[in-house]
């Protein structure tokens, strides 16, 4: 089945570049998802790219994806203590409404 | 300001009890998604509905949890009996098909512990 893969900690310290590395196995993706969870709230979606896609930049974010490795990247300019969260990336397919997390990486940013 | 509510945001029962958790997707969205969180497990997709009609509920344990959407506003939890494994943050997410990528808004959760 699908599975996606990421680390589960990061600690960076503010001020320095955060990149959360996440590896997935569906070929058919479409589109590649990444969700921010702060402290006692549900996921809420950050950015996303699209498969045929290697770069998205969108101010402080940028998310790298090589297709060919699976492998896909959120880079955080600048860290700031409120980029403490947990990361989830997922993937989705076109035509289907599922999307597939991993188990999320937790940030947290060192004053 | 749309968003995606959940009730109760905390709930705390005794095992075998019955356990009903709301949810109450942005106006508008046809899909509506329930998962479970742990530290463990992370993330499950325990059953997704279209047009209130579920689609996919494997993930979900069959004999104690179900999941209905009585209206295009009102998709319920229920689990019957619950038991202390089920002590989790269950979320709820809606979405709208046929968007060009598939967003899912989330709710802010039911923290359920089963003691």
């Known amino acids: 089945g699908e599975d996606v893969e990421q680390s589960l900690f990061l600690s960076v310290r503010e001020g320095d570049s955060s990149v959360i590395n996440c590896t997935y196995t569906?070929?058919?993706?479409?589109?590649l998802y990444w969700y921010k969870q702060e402290p006692g709230a549900g996921l809420q979606l950050l950015t996303y790219?699209?498969?045929?896609?290697d770069m998205k930049q969108d101010q402080r974010l940028t998310v790298l994806l090589n297709k060919k490795d699976k492998h896909l990247s959120l880079r955080i300019a600048d860290t700031q203590t409120g980029d403490s969260a947990i990361y989830f990336c997922?993937?989705?397919?076109?035509?289907?409404?599922?999307?597939?997390f991993g188990k999320g990486t937790k940030l947290s940013v060192i004053p | 300001d749309a968003r995606v509510t959940q009730t109760p945001r905390h709930k705390v029962t005794e095992m075998g009890q019955e356990v009903t958790m709301r949810c109450q997707p942005i106006?508008?969205?046809?899909?509506v998604f329930w998962y479970r969180q742990t530290m463990m497990q992370g993330l499950e997709l325990l059953a997704y509905?279209?047009?209130?009609?579920?689609?996919?509920d494997s993930g979900m344990p069959k004999d104690r949890f179900s999941a209905e959407m009585p209206d295009a506003t009102l998709a319920t939890l229920k689990i019957q009996p619950s038991e202390p494994r089920d002590s989790a943050v269950y979320f709820c997410?809606?979405?709208?098909?046929?968007?060009?990528?598939?967003?899912?808004?989330f709710g802010p959760g039911t923290r359920l512990t089963v003691l």
């Open positions: 997410a809606s979405g709208l098909s046929g968007a060009i990528y598939n967003e899912q808004f």
């Open positions: 997922a993937d989705g397919e076109a035509g289907s409404y599922q999307l597939t």
């Open positions: 509905f279209r047009n209130r009609a579920p689609l996919d």
């Open positions: 790219i699209f498969s045929n896609m």
């Open positions: 569906d070929s058919s993706s479409t589109y």
């Open positions: 106006l508008g969205h046809n899909t």
